[in-house]
């Protein structure tokens, strides 16, 4: 595994975390969350198969 996809493999729980804090405290709605999480996964799906 390269050092990118071990970045990726951090850094996306991180993000989705980040957004369930945010929605929780109530700066985003579901829809920001549920579109945050998804983007980040999908994005670190394509960046980890590429690499």
């Known amino acids: ?25 109530g700066v985003l709605q579901r829809t920001g969350t549920l579109s945050a999480v998804a983007a980040s996964v999908i994005i670190a799906g394509m960046l980890f198969l590429q690499q």
């Open 1 to 25: 595994m390269t050092d990118a996809q071990v970045g990726l493999l951090v850094a996306t729980p991180i993000i989705i975390g980040f957004a369930l804090t945010l929605q929780r405290m």
